[in-house]
């Protein structure tokens, strides 16, 4: 089974980086040490390469028709 994606999805992955990288920022801004803090910037990294992907497969439903908005 095949999974249609969307760039409402793309959009999702782009909000959880977004609260990754503030949670991050407000525990350095709290004096937490970065050791505290569940994610790190391989986290930020590893979506950010995911959603590059996404958009590449969005991009090739979007060609084949099969891309809803």
Avoid: Y
């Avoid at 760039?7 to 801004?29: M, P, Q, T």
């Avoid at 505290?36 to 497969?57: D, K």
């Amino acid at each position: 089974m095949k999974i249609n994606l969307t760039e409402n999805d793309s959009d999702r992955l782009a909000d959880i980086l977004w609260w990754i990288k503030g949670f991050r920022a407000a525990a350095v801004a709290n004096d937490d040490t970065e050791e505290n803090c569940p994610f790190g910037p391989e986290h930020e990294e590893t979506i950010r390469r995911v959603r590059l992907a996404l958009e590449e497969i969005i991009a090739e439903q979007k060609e084949e028709g099969k891309c809803r908005e």
